[in-house]
């Protein structure tokens, strides 16, 4: 039991520097591209979705909080309180749906778009919480759309990167 | 569990569209000062949106009380009554600023010019065109050597007959002071007055703000072109400023008068332009280069002139030609359905 | 859980992007641009607040400083005003959102709710003394 948690918490720490790095790789990225701002294509989540998949809630969670720490530190409190509301949300979603998905209906692109868009709006909550006004409400049918794409991309990304997981023996922590 | 991811993406649409029902992103205020309307939208609460226009008016309005010829006792008042007066230590600062201007900017602006409106009446309702002979006088009260300040003391004085105008200036240096109450407050947001915009600070999730430049040639409410003004960060503001001969004309004996005077001539300036909008760092140089720049036409002068202030302009023609500066072009987007062509300038 | 099956799209993936497009279609729709709301500001105060699109037939609405506002099904404007110089009336009508006219000798402003085109709007209303 020890050995398995042990493992499972190396695995997260390990996830989330990969995490951070593919965030740093988007920012350099897309630091020239007309991206309106809260745009992200999100590559990170393809981690934290596996995350959820291998290791379970809490695991997934702790690389979300991660996240924010990170933003925290970069942009500050407001940034960081905004990656985490969006993080939060997305991650518990992944695992409801995850759960929800014993009958198999729908892939890794549909749980990553429901995440996606969760990502975006709870972010955008978390903006007009902070603001004190629903202020960036307008702004939600373009989160919504960009949701529903990048949700796709990374969605598909994972769904190929997974059977080359498994056949690499990875063994799946039961959640 | 077909239910249960119907149930979800349902509740999740639900939530988003009440978001969208929501109250409107800015909030919006107007008051009447200088013989104009000032309005203020600000990207926040409503609590201290309020605060903040409270605090706009107030800077609006004490700047009024202080440089308005036409309010009862202001500095400027008494000194175009007497002659020579104390004045407050902002009117003195304001009114260096002006002096500032008008001698970079050559004969093209004048503070003096006060005798010369007031007798082509433009400030009332029924303005005319003066005679060969008013005009011939008024030109000899008109000149910024015949105007004294001391900073120092605070004092000023105007030869006889000579009278303070600072239309050109006054409401560029009131947004100066609504960007300091904004600069304080930190809220992004914009202000309107008399045809000079003040763009504070960054839109909420919007990468520029988006200002229209007013067509010459149509209502109140068309817009021939747009600016893009990207602040770089949340205390910056960028003024733009139009000044154009289409508002407050006026036609007698077949011919069109409008009100923005060449200094040298007293008359309408006649440089072939009908609007000249100015974007600057600061709102008194917008409003005071906008009216430079109409009545010295596009030459090179005025290129100069606009380099030196790092200001950036977009000139219209009346035979419906435009031409942008070279640093304004990346910004500036001509209305889908607008017909003008572009201006060739060379040096 | 084991996931050897989770390479493909499935249907439910399907479902889910099209339900969300549905939705940001729609949300995208709300219709923007057109005249709905107006509002009439006395000295300050709000005095009317009038649903354009629940027009039937035009009126006039005279208000208590001299000035008259002719209300349309999409549209609001000036008719007249005692002011001397007009200019509120020569604005015409007002028919976009974000639309405005001034009577500044009154302290009277008509306007329609909702964002214009842009955020603000040069050169738009000078006075008197602009020289």
Known sequence: MKHKRLVRLTL??????????????????????????????????????????ALGLPFALGIAAVKSGFAFLISGAAAGFISLAGGIFSVVMMFVLLKLNKKNRMSYAGISVLSAVTHNAGQLAAASLIAGSALYLSYAPVLLVSGIIFGLITGVILNSVMPAVIKKGFDFFNI | MKKALFSITALFIAVLMLFTGCSAAAVHNEIFAMGSVLSASAYTNDKQAQTLFAGISDAVYGLDKLISPTVENSDVERLNRNGSAELDAKTSKFLYDCVKLCGICGGTLDITLGAATELWGFQTDSPSKPSDEELEEARLHTGIEKFTLNTEKNTAALEEGVRLDPGAFGKGAALDEAYRVLKNAQIPATV???????????????????????????????????????????????????????????????????????????????????????????????????????????????????????????????????????????????????TFTEHVYEE | MRNDRKRRIRPGDIIITAVLLAAALLLMLIPRGKACTAEIICSGETVYTIELSSVKEPYKLDLENGVTVLVERSAISFFCSDCENGLCVNTGRLTRAGDTAVCIPNETIIKVRGEGSFNAITGKISTYHEA
């Open chain 1, 12 to 53: 997260t720490a390990v996830l989330a520097a990969a995490a951070l790095a593919l965030s740093l790789l988007e920012r350099t990225l897309t630091a020239g591209l007309p991206f309106p701002p809260g745009i992200k294509p999100g590559l990170s989540n393809v981690i934290v979705m596996f995350a959820c998949s």
């Open chain 2, 192 to 338: 309107t007055f008399g045809g000079t915009v003040l763009a504070f600070g960054r839109q909420p999730m919007k990468k520029a703000w988006k200002i229209g430049i007013r067509d010459p040639f149509g209502t109140a409410n068309d817009c021939f072109a747009e600016l893009k003004i990207e602040n770089p960060d949340k205390r910056t503001g960028t003024f733009i400023s139009t000044s154009g001969s289409y508002e407050k004309c006026f036609t007698e004996n077949g011919k069109t008068y409008h009100h923005i005077l060449a200094p040298d001539t007293c008359m309408p300036a006649d440089s072939g332009l009908v609007s000249v909008t100015v974007k600057s760092g600061a709102g008194i140089t917008a409003d005071a280069l906008s009216t430079a720049c109409f009545i010295n036409g596009l030459n090179a002068e005025t290129l100069q002139t606009l380099g030196y202030f790092h200001a950036e302009a977009v000139f219209v023609f009346a035979d419906g030609t435009y031409y942008v500066t070279e640093g304004l072009r990346d910004s500036f987007t001509l209305s889908k359905d607008c």
